[in-house]
């Protein structure tokens, strides 16, 4: 599934062709995806201008002059593709096109239909189910190592956990979480509440540097996920711990082995021998 740096990508690719646009045409071709459609879907997207566009956790919002916000998920298959020419034909997945006064066309396409579009109040987006229980953003001002610290203290899970828990923390996912540990030298089976001070503000450190390294390099192209204008990302290149497991840690004088172990039903890739439990 496309994490923060996937779907700030794809966001940041949509904004020269869709802020202060108008759609003039919504085609939706299905009744739903992962949920139904809101009621007279396409209706309320035709004629609608985008007044600005950002991103929350894993979604992206995109403000209209009506009052409402389309709220996107790519979920696990999805992507959304620009086609500067106006004319690509929808293909089989293309479940919703949206034709841009400026020419363009914007196709929001799932093969599994696991991704979801919505809208929501433009003036109380947060109080959708979707986000109401959303924690900070990782990359905004009220994620730091005080918060961080004072939330892991309470919890006695692995710290893997925790950091996959959207409730603490916005956003991470299981690729930047095993990346961030492993620059941490935290080993994932670590107690949360075990973290002294120290290692929550590396960690905290870590967390950011390599969520705005993934964005710099347009994510991690893994299986579906493309950006906006159809290329790969590249972060997948720069992975130290993430799918590298039989292979040499490539911290320096380490010379562990990178292992896998299964956590929740999810892959943890870490190097027992420089990523240490308190």
């Known amino acids: 599934m496309p994490e923060l740096p996937e779907v700030e990508t794809v966001m940041q690719g949509l904004m020269p062709v869709m802020d202060g646009q108008r759609i003039l ?3 939706v071709r299905r009744e739903g995806l ?3 459609f809101p009621e007279r879907f396409a209706a309320r997207l035709t004629g609608a201008r985008v007044q600005g566009m950002q991103r929350r956790a894993k979604y992206i919002l995109m403000t209209l002059d009506r009052g409402e916000s389309l709220l996107v998920h790519l979920g696990m298959s999805g992507k959304i593709t620009i086609d500067e020419s106006g004319a690509e034909p929808p293909a089989k997945h293309d479940h919703v096109v949206l034709d841009m006064e400026n020419g363009t066309r914007i196709l ?3 093969p599994r239909r696991f991704g979801s579009l919505d809208l929501v109040p433009s003036d109380n987006p947060e109080a959708h189910r979707l986000l109401a229980s959303l924690g900070p953003e990782p990359l905004g001002n009220r994620f730091d190592a005080e918060y961080f610290g004072e939330q892991l203290k309470r919890r006695k899970t692995p710290i893997k956990s925790a950091m996959l828990d959207q409730k603490i923390v916005a956003g991470l996912g299981n690729i930047y979480v095993c990346e961030a540990l492993w ?5 994932p089976l670590s107690s949360s509440a075990a ?3 120290a ?3 590396a960690l905290t450190g870590h967390i950011r540097d390599v969520l705005r390294e993934a964005i710099k390099a347009g994510g991690s192209s893994l299986k579906d996920y493309r950006q906006a204008n159809g290329e790969l990302g590249y972060f997948q290149h720069s992975f130290k711990t993430y799918g590298r497991e039989g292979e040499v840690c490539q911290k320096p004088d380490c010379g562990g082995e990178i292992t896998r172990i299964t956590q929740a039903g999810r ?12």
Not at 183 to 187: E, N
Not at 268 to 278: D, E, G, I, L
């Open 25 to 27: 045409r919504a085609d």
């Open 34 to 36: 992962r949920w139904p």
């Open 108 to 110: 929001f396409n799932d």
């Open 183 to 187: 620059r941490a030298g935290i080993s």
């Open 195 to 197: 973290l002294n001070p």
């Open 199 to 201: 290692h929550v503000a």
């Open 267 to 278: 892959s943890s890739f870490y190097c027992p021998a420089c990523q240490k439990t308190p």
